[in-house]
């Protein structure tokens, strides 16, 4: 791992000349305003990340001609920047003689350079990407989200449905356990009141033959064998008939008839609803479970996780932070955060700047700085001061002696 062992800055926008050789991991860059605090942050960033000349319009010190930002590594590898009228140059040799260009140090730096309100300023997407890459989670998130929307897409459609059922079986009666679930045939209530009407004729002309048939035995007592035995036969036919029908109350059937059957329709078309209704309801209800169901795997993996900073999480949209979206952080917060999430990115150069170190009290001073000894990181930080014990104080674009 690889850390700067010396800064050298000659000319640079505020600075006239300053040497820095960082003893510690936390260096506080300390003075009035413009005395070349952000001057130095912007040389140590150019010098290793590439000129920017928006972010540095004019990097030559008024009244000078040339400026420069060397900066020598651990590793023996010097970056010299240098600066003319007429533009800007990059310089950079290994110990062993070989030179190099931009790409060997984006290689040492990573994507982000060093600045870590890089991270800050990157959008809520990007920064929950950046997050999943440094953190290992026992599942993906991307199909794991994909999965959740497919289901709750479809516990919306499902729950619509039981929304309009439910409003349906409202506007229908009740379900009657008395009402027949077949509408009865007019047809076949029509020929059970013909059959049992025919059947009623039959027995009174049998009735009718039993009274013809006693008078003629009382008539005609000569032939008393023969019609005793017919009178035996007549009572035996009389006898052997099926219970008289009630076709008076086939015909109250049929009175009410479309009655009876709207009911029946009216009965089943509320079971059909209700039934509806119930796998309707008994479908949304499996779809809440399978989304509780990936809502504790998401738990379950977030609680095994090791974040880069305790109380930083994700959603669907990006970070969050104690609970609340990264974006509503206090500054301080952003700051702790942001610098955790480059450490954790693990670049090979382990150096670090802090712009407007002032967001950040004491204890969160002390946090930087334990977060940076702990990672074996250097953290340079700007801080508006006036008294204080620091190591590195500037004044009118020098170090204070």
Request: glycine share 6%; aromatic share 4%; charged share 30%.
């Amino acid at each position: 791992m690889t850390k700067i062992n010396e800064l050298e800055i000659k000319n640079f926008q505020k600075i006239e000349a300053a040497r820095v050789a960082p003893s510690n991991h936390l260096i506080v860059f300390a003075g009035k305003n413009a005395q070349g605090k952000s001057s130095a942050l912007n040389a140590i960033e150019a010098a290793l990340t590439g000129h920017n000349s928006r972010n540095n319009p004019r990097p030559i010190r008024e009244g000078a001609k040339r400026g420069s930002a060397k900066i020598t590594l651990d590793n023996g590898l010097t970056i010299d920047r240098r600066y003319t009228s007429s533009g800007t140059t990059l310089t950079v040799k290994s110990e062993d003689g070989g030179k190099h260009g931009q790409s060997k140090l984006s290689d040492l730096i990573g994507n982000l350079g060093i600045d870590v309100s890089q991270f800050t300023i990157l959008g809520e997407k990007q920064q929950r990407a950046a997050l999943l890459d440094v953190v290992q989670l026992p599942f993906s998130p991307s199909e794991l989200d994909a999965r959740r929307k497919s289901v709750f897409d479809s516990r919306t459609d499902v729950n619509a449905e039981v929304r309009k059922l439910t409003a349906l079986a409202n506007d229908l009666p009740a379900v009657s356990p008395n009402v027949p679930e077949v509408e009865v045939s007019f047809a076949e209530l029509a020929e059970q009141f013909r059959q049992g009407e025919e059947l009623n004729r039959r027995i009174d002309q049998a009735d009718e033959r039993v009274t013809d048939e006693a008078g003629e035995v009382n008539r005609l007592r000569y032939e008393l064998q023969l019609a005793e035995s017919r009178l035996r036969e007549a009572r035996e036919h009389a006898l052997s008939a099926p219970e008289r029908v009630d076709t008076e109350a086939i015909q109250v059937q049929i009175n009410s008839i479309e009655e009876t059957n709207r009911a029946v329709r009216d009965n089943n078309r509320a079971k059909r609803v209700r039934d509806d209704l119930a796998g309707a309801q008994a479908s949304a209800d499996k779809l809440t479970a399978t989304l509780e169901e990936i809502d504790q795997t998401k738990n379950d993996g977030l609680a095994q996780a090791i974040f880069p900073v305790p109380g930083l999480a994700f959603d669907e949209e990006g970070l969050l932070y104690n609970g609340v979206p990264f974006s509503r952080a206090s500054d301080a917060e952003k700051v702790l955060v942001s610098a955790a999430m480059m450490i954790a990115r693990e670049p090979e150069l382990r150096t670090l700047i802090v712009r407007n170190g002032n967001n950040l009290d004491e204890a969160h001073l002390n946090e930087l700085r334990l977060m940076a000894e702990h990672h074996d990181f250097q953290i340079f930080v700007e801080l508006v001061a006036e008294t204080g014990n620091f190591e590195y104080v500037f004044h009118e674009g020098n170090l204070a002696e």
